[in-house]
């Protein structure tokens, strides 16, 4: 039997060997550095001794030190099973963590289905209700309110109780002549001819020099006439015709007026049900059939003896002395027009169908458009040029609405193509008739203030903020305003 000191000597080389093999103190490179010296040392012992008395003197310190670093060992071990309990528990709290934030996460899921199923109802309830919005507007646009029906009427009344010499107007001989300054308006709506005849005719400085021809059609006519007539323009000349007298204008002659007679383009603006009809509310409006509305291509037939027209649609406001337009240059061009490119929607391809060859193997779809409403035309240059045989060239060419669907800016963008010469802005500020946002500065610094789009000042749906530039113009005091219950 070996010695007892032999045993427990060879214990501690079996324990220090086990723990050199456990992880918690394998890994730790001093422990694992001093136990082998320790081991070492302990054999040294056991191998020059056979017997108690053969060991050498520092035997016991030796003993003693595998002691102490054994049971720093033990303690090791023991921390790193505590850690690992630790590890355990913070394991096992993270599962249950997780299981929580995946009940979390599978409820946020559903419920983010659920929000989008609502946003998706949301949105086609939106879209329901912005069609309905779309065909109110519409519906409102041209459908005048009992006041604008009441005036035509008792004004038309009056004016066929005139003898014929109290239905002409005065210095009808001076309509001809080419040093005065010439304004075409074409319209059916008196109340708004009146604004743009008032306002020019208030801040003009030399209201003597305006001449204004205003063509109108026969529902209007009589009631224009009796406007005017009752309602001078001041120092200023006027001349109300009847579209109907112009007989060179028929189907014979212009194109635009065949079609617009045509029962293929009454069934496409009017007749939701027909297979060739648009279903865009916006075509649904009588002034896309109207004449009236194509007029402004044949300002030298109507005007053969002027040089040059202020062109001004009515539903626009002057502000301004507008004089000084008659005095610029036009460098050769045809028509002068404020641009309307700051914003991308009004280049040409807003406007034109870039997809058929006519129109993209001759225009630029990313030209700038510009603006219809006040415009000042060269008339000898218009005749120079044959503006009205190229108007007719492309209105043939769209005889099936392929180039452009409806309105007269898009032909008009075709005909004046490089024969428009661009003005100020300030001469003419767009907008206020779709637009909430245009800049209070903008407008009062306008020559011209046009309310283009749905939102006319004298509609129930014209934007608020702009109806009074419109309504200072207006006398509201007039026995036929009173009479009809037109108001502020």
């Known amino acids: 039997m070996p010695a007892a000191w032999e045993r427990q000597l060879r214990d501690r080389l079996i324990k220090a060997s086990v723990y050199l093999s456990l992880p918690a103190t394998k890994n730790n490179r001093r422990f694992t550095r001093e136990l082998r010296m320790r081991i070492k040392e302990v054999q040294r ?8 008395s053969d060991m050498p003197k520092n035997a016991y310190e030796k003993w003693k030190a595998m002691d ?60 329901v209700h912005k069609k309905q919005t779309m065909f109110l507007t519409q519906l409102t646009a041209k459908t005048l309110p009992k006041g604008l029906h009441c005036l035509p009427l008792r004004l038309t009344t009056e004016y066929y109780n005139l003898n014929s010499s ?70 200023a000349t006027i001349q109300v015709q009847n579209i109907d007298e112009f007989t060179w204008l028929n189907s014979s002659y212009s194109p635009v007026l ?118 000042l035309f060269d008339l000898e240059e218009w005749k120079r040029q044959n503006i009205t045989d190229v108007y007719h060239s492309w209105q043939k060419l769209n005889h099936d609405r392929q180039l452009w669907k409806l309105g007269t800016l898009p032909p008009g963008l075709i005909t004046l193509w490089k024969r428009t010469h661009p003005l100020d802005r300030r001469w003419h500020v767009l907008g206020l008739g779709y637009n909430p946002n245009v800049s209070q500065i903008e407008i009062e610094r306008g020559a011209v203030i046009h309310y283009n789009g749905n939102m006319k000042p004298w509609l129930e749906i014209g934007i608020p903020k702009y109806r009074k530039y419109w309504a200072k113009y207006v006398d509201y005091v007039n026995v036929y305003l009173r009479e009809c219950n037109i108001n502020p």
């Open 68 to 127: 102490q670093l054994l049971e720093k060992g033990k303690q090791m071990q023991y921390e790193s099973a505590n850690e690992v309990k630790k590890l355990r528990a913070m394991l096992h709290s993270t599962e249950e963590q997780l299981r929580v934030h995946k009940k979390q996460t599978m409820s946020f899921a559903t419920m983010v289905e659920k929000l989008r199923a609502m946003l998706h109802s949301t949105e086609e309830q939106l879209q």
């Open 258 to 375: 065949k079609q617009l007679h045509s029962q293929s383009m009454i069934d496409y603006y009017f007749r939701a049900h027909s297979a060739n009809s648009d279903s865009n509310l916006k075509y649904r409006n009588p002034k896309y059939l109207s004449i009236l509305n194509h007029l402004r291509f044949y300002l030298p037939e109507i005007f053969p003896k002027l040089n040059k027209v202020l062109f001004l649609d009515d539903d626009i406001v002057v502000q301004k002395d507008l004089t000084g337009l008659w005095s610029l240059d036009l460098k050769g061009k045809v028509n002068g027009a404020v641009e309307t490119c700051r914003e991308s929607f009004h280049r040409f391809d807003t406007y034109l169908n870039f997809s058929n060859p006519l129109i993209s193997n001759n225009f630029d779809p990313r030209a700038c458009g510009w603006a219809y409403g006040m415009n």
């Open 166 to 235: 109290e239905q002409q107007f005065p210095n009808q001989e001076i309509l001809d002549n080419p040093l005065l300054h010439h304004i075409a308006l074409f319209s059916d709506n008196v109340l708004a001819a009146a604004v743009v005849v008032n306002s020019t005719v208030t801040n003009s400085k030399h209201p003597s020099k305006l001449v204004f021809h205003l063509v109108s059609d026969r529902l209007s006519y009589a009631a224009m006439r009796m406007w005017f007539l009752v309602n001078p323009p001041g120092k």
């Open 45 to 52: 012992v056991l191998g020059d001794a056979i017997k108690d």
